[in-house]
């Protein structure tokens, strides 16, 4: 297994439109992807579920573990790091 943690910068944090993308990016992989909000392990979710990833609710400036399982866990977690880095496809 593979996590990382990241902060959502957006302003409106991981509401629709760049839950939709992160959920997007996290379909094109094989390995399974959690995503939860830091120091919640309990509530994680299906990253590949827009449902899932909107029920956590996250904020801008929440943190995030974002941790996968499988043959391209170390690239599927590195690459949705690199989207939220990017903002999601908002402008900041």
Known sequence: ???RQI???NKS???ARPAAGF???AIKFKS???VN???HPEDAVDA???VSVLSLSVAC????DISAEGEDEQTAVDALVAIVDAGLGEKE
């Open 1 to 3: 297994m593979y996590t």
């Open 7 to 9: 902060t959502i910068h």
């Open 13 to 15: 944090g991981l509401h």
């Open 23 to 25: 959920v997007k990016e």
């Open 32 to 34: 399974r992807i959690k």
């Open 37 to 39: 909000k830091q120091g």
């Open 48 to 50: 590949k579920s827009l």
């Open 61 to 64: 400036d929440n943190q995030i």
